[in-house]
């Protein structure tokens, strides 16, 4: 089944088309960072326009990539859910008006479910049943996963995402926009052990996750060592985003490794942007090897916001004969644990 996969539930817009035979045929992204920058954060309006703007030049873009004609399509999977309304609107009005028109089935997909199935995307993809990570700047939850739409919510924030604490972060450090990335090449650089970071809500059981207090550590660390200036020097800045990093991906470690034990599981995927997160790959890698456990992620590219791992996603879920009828579906919030599985829709 040949299926365009759309991305707009965010400041990413992304097209892909993939082939349940052949796999991935093409994909194209653009980023709208450089239109957010100046305010240091995404814009919802400006988003939406901008998706607007670049859907239908990347859609004939995509098409030409991959070689086919609109014609040959048979089925199209765009983001419903969840992220911010108006820029849903355009990737599901653009996806039901393409799937009327040419009288194929249409699927609204899980951005979340997208990013947990990324990984199938690359030459060695996981085996179900595994234990998810799902680090992004929204989301951060374990989840235990038996099948496609079969998900079972073990732990999750309880405040601040992991990627949204890493942006914060680098604001409060005046770091360059989008923080995240940039505060996580900075930690190479820095010393690790210089300021002690706690590792929050890892010294009780259970698997929920905080990372505000990180932020605040940060705040009261940046006072402390500020010299004449309103921040401290730049080494003393590497040594805080070193830190920072080290405190979240321990965390992420010791909550992984408590999981996968729980639940008996021998594999663990992490998915979503803060696992293109070099530190938090190595470290998974080394303390779930210690367990016999095999660590799953998808290529850097596909980590965060993209096309491919809808057009993925969705064709699963077409395949299985599932489809929305053709009214736009856009869901802001929208639990992942509510989702059906292939299995049961196939009955
Ligand atoms: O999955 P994603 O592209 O969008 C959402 O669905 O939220 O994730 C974006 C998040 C941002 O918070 C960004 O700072 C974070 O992923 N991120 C990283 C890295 N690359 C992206 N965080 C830490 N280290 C990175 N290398
Ligand atoms: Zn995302």
């Given at each position: ?85 108006g820029?849903l609107m355009v990737?599901g009005a ?236 856009a ?17």
């Amino acid at each position: 089944m040949l299926v365009l996969g759309i991305e707009t539930s965010c400041d990413e817009t992304g097209l892909a088309v993939y082939d349940s035979e052949r796999g991935l045929v093409a994909h194209t992204l653009y980023s709208q960072v450089k239109l957010h920058a100046e305010y240091g954060g995404v814009v919802p309006e400006l988003a939406s326009r901008d998706h607007v703007r670049k859907i239908l030049p990347m859609l004939n873009k995509v098409l030409e990539e991959a070689g086919v004609n609109k014609s040959q399509l048979e089925g199209i999977a765009y983001t419903a859910g969840p992220g911010l309304m108006g820029a849903l609107m355009v990737g599901g009005a653009m996806g039901t008006a393409l799937g009327f028109a040419l009288d194929i089935p249409v699927i609204g997909v899980h951005h979340m479910e997208g990013h947990l199935l990324a990984p199938m995307l690359e030459d060695k993809p996981p085996a179900f049943p595994f234990v998810a990570l799902l680090v992004s700047g929204g989301h951060t939850q374990l989840v235990s996963v038996t099948g496609i739409g079969e998900y079972e919510l073990l732990g999750e924030s309880v405040d601040d995402a992991a990627g949204e604490a890493f942006d914060k972060t680098a604001k409060l450090l005046d770091l360059d926009y989008p923080g995240g990335p940039v505060l996580a090449a900075m930690a190479d650089r820095g010393q690790i052990d210089r300021f002690s970071f706690p590792r929050p809500m890892t010294d009780r059981p259970g698997l929920d996750f905080s990372f505000s207090g990180l932020k605040t550590f940060t705040r009261n660390l940046i006072e402390k060592n500020r010299g004449d200036d309103v921040l401290p020097d730049d080494q003393t800045i590497l040594d805080i985003c070193a830190g920072f990093q080290e405190a979240v991906v321990d965390t992420l470690v010791i909550k992984c490794t408590r999981a996968v034990r729980q639940a008996k599981m021998k594999t663990l995927v992490i998915a979503g942007g803060v696992s293109a997160n070099t530190r938090l790959r190595h470290k998974l890698e080394v303390a779930l090897g210690k367990e016999g456990v095999e660590v799953f992620y998808a290529r850097h590219e596909f980590c965060t916001d993209n096309g491919a791992m809808i057009a993925y996603a969705g064709c699963q879920r077409l395949l299985a004969g599932q489809k929305n009828p053709l009214l736009i579906s856009a869901t802001p919030r929208w639990p992942l644990d509510q989702l059906t599985s292939l299995v049961q829709e196939n009955v």
